[in-house]
């Protein structure tokens, strides 16, 4: 697995290529038009006295630029400049150019070293871990991809001061989520830092992405090619993708997320595997960081129907990720349709009868 560094500057960056395998003399760094401007001059400063030549290139910022025309882009820039298999990448910027950056890595010449620098919480967390790279094709999201692995990961959490508060929500839905499915104590800490993270307190933020990327890296590690247990990760993204889907992705994909992990409490709860005050202790945290509670005005039977249609089907059968305790979850594949329905029904605020 990628060694992961974990500094609130860059002036460890060198360093961690020191102990890398790259030796190349020519790095590109890749940003975006938001990341570059804001961070490739410190990280090239950074990374100087370790290569001769340092190239920027940028993409266009966001999802929609997320295909292979970019990447194509991204080829013909390495080709102008006569990248060879020896030099590498340098990843800077959000789950987009971390995904296509690696991408192009896994592609260019069959394949060069890259590195993550990611610069939004989800990337944090969640998307510079793993080694899955790729872009989206003709409107599938991660359609075409491959999984290659980055030498390592230098996780600089103060350049999350610059993210707006709306991404920094989406970074903390999957926060949530992996407290939930891996570390009950982590979710105890969360809620005992909260200010602190509320506050952006830098210290608080470090150790809250080093505890977070440390489930996902500990999971990936037992199950790099999500054959088994990689699926727990999944926890609050089959309902989740299903409602960002249903609002044609004008909500964030950590509050999709977010609302998952509460309909998948909510399931977890009627079947008898959590408690009802967890459940709500669960709902309860979001609103804190400023997570929904509720996806108001859904069509239940649409959210059901995109559901069921969500990639993560085995043999016909949800593969669902429930939780039996809060920092434990579990795949479950015999749920019913009426299971999914009132996890669903919970979101959509139909179900108050607890509150009475
Ligand atoms: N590979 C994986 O395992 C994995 C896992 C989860 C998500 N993803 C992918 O990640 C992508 C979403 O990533 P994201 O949420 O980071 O979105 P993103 O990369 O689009 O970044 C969000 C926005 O924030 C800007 N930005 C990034 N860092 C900034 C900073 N420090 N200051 C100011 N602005 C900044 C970006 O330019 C962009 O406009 C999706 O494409 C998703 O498919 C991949």
Same mark, same amino acid.
Request: net charge negative; proline share 2%; charged share 25%.
């Given at each position: 697995m990628?060694?992961v560094y974990?500094d609130n ?25 938001n ?5 490739a001059?410190?990280?090239e ?7 001769d030549?340092v190239?920027?290139?940028?993409f266009k910022?966001g999802?929609?630029?997320k295909n292979l ?10 080709l102008?400049?006569h990248?060879?298999?020896h ?9 987009v150019?971390g ?5 192009a890595?896994?592609?260019?010449k069959? /394949?060069?070293s890259f590195?993550? &620098? ?12 793993? /080694?899955?790279?790729g ?6 999201k991660n359609?075409?991809?491959a999984?290659h692995m980055p030498?390592? &990961?230098y996780e600089n959490?103060s ?9 920094f ?6 926060v949530?989520k992996s407290?939930?499915l891996?570390?009950e104590e ?6 005992d830092n909260?200010d602190?993270?509320?506050?952006h307190e830098?210290?608080?933020?470090l150790?809250m992405?080093r505890r977070t990327a440390d489930?996902?890296?500990s999971?990936v ?7 088994g247990?990689r699926?727990?990760?999944?926890? /609050?993204?089959?309902?989740?993708h299903a409602i960002?889907?249903y ?5 964030s994909h950590?509050?999709? &997320?977010a609302?998952?992990?509460?309909a998948a409490a909510?399931?977890?709860?009627k ?15 979001c609103v804190?960081f #400023?997570l929904p ?7 239940n039977d649409e959210?059901l129907?995109i559901?069921k249609?969500?990639k993560?089907?085995?043999a016909?059968k949800i593969?669902f ?5 809060i ?6 594949d015999?749920?019913?349709d009426?299971d999914l329905?009132a996890g669903?029904k ?5 179900e108050?009868?607890?509150? #009475?």
């Amino acid at each position: 697995m990628s060694p992961v560094y974990y500094d609130n500057t860059f002036d460890r960056l060198n360093e961690a290529y020191e102990n890398s395998k790259i030796r190349s003399k020519r790095v590109c760094i890749v940003g975006d038009t938001n990341t570059a401007p804001l961070y490739a001059e410190a990280v090239e400063k950074a990374i100087n006295s370790h290569f001769d030549e340092v190239f920027i290139f940028t993409f266009k910022a966001g999802e929609e630029h997320k295909n292979l025309g970019s990447i194509e882009e991204l080829y013909a820039f390495l080709l102008e400049h006569h990248f060879d298999r020896h030099d590498s990448l340098l990843a800077l910027g959000g789950g987009v150019v971390g995904d296509m950056t690696g991408f192009a890595a896994a592609t260019y010449k069959r /394949g060069i070293s890259f590195v993550q &620098v990611p610069t939004t919480l989800l990337a944090m967390v969640d998307s510079s871990i793993g /080694g899955k790279t790729g872009v989206d094709f003709m409107g599938y999201k991660n359609m075409v991809g491959a999984f290659h692995m980055p030498e390592f &990961v230098y996780e600089n959490p103060s350049v999350l001061r610059t993210l707006d508060d709306d991404q920094f929500a989406s970074g903390m839905g999957e926060v949530l989520k992996s407290a939930l499915l891996g570390d009950e104590e982590f979710f105890e800490w969360i809620l005992d830092n909260m200010d602190g993270i509320i506050e952006h307190e830098p210290e608080t933020i470090l150790e809250m992405v080093r505890r977070t990327a440390d489930i996902k890296l500990s999971i990936v590690e037992r199950d790099p090619t999500e054959k088994g247990e990689r699926a727990l990760l999944n926890l /609050g993204h089959t309902i989740g993708h299903a409602i960002e889907k249903y609002m044609n992705f004008n909500m964030s994909h950590g509050k999709c &997320v977010a609302l998952g992990c509460i309909a998948a409490a909510a399931i977890s709860e009627k079947r008898g595997f959590l408690g009802t005050d967890e459940l709500f202790e669960i709902r309860d945290m979001c609103v804190a960081f #400023d997570l929904p509670m509720f996806a108001d005005g859904i069509n239940n039977d649409e959210i059901l129907r995109i559901t069921k249609e969500d990639k993560k089907m085995a043999a016909g059968k949800i593969r669902f990720i429930l939780l039996d305790r809060i920092g434990h979850a579990f795949i479950c594949d015999d749920l019913t349709d009426e299971d999914l329905l009132a996890g669903i029904k919970f979101i959509n605020g139909d179900e108050i009868s607890y509150e #009475d």
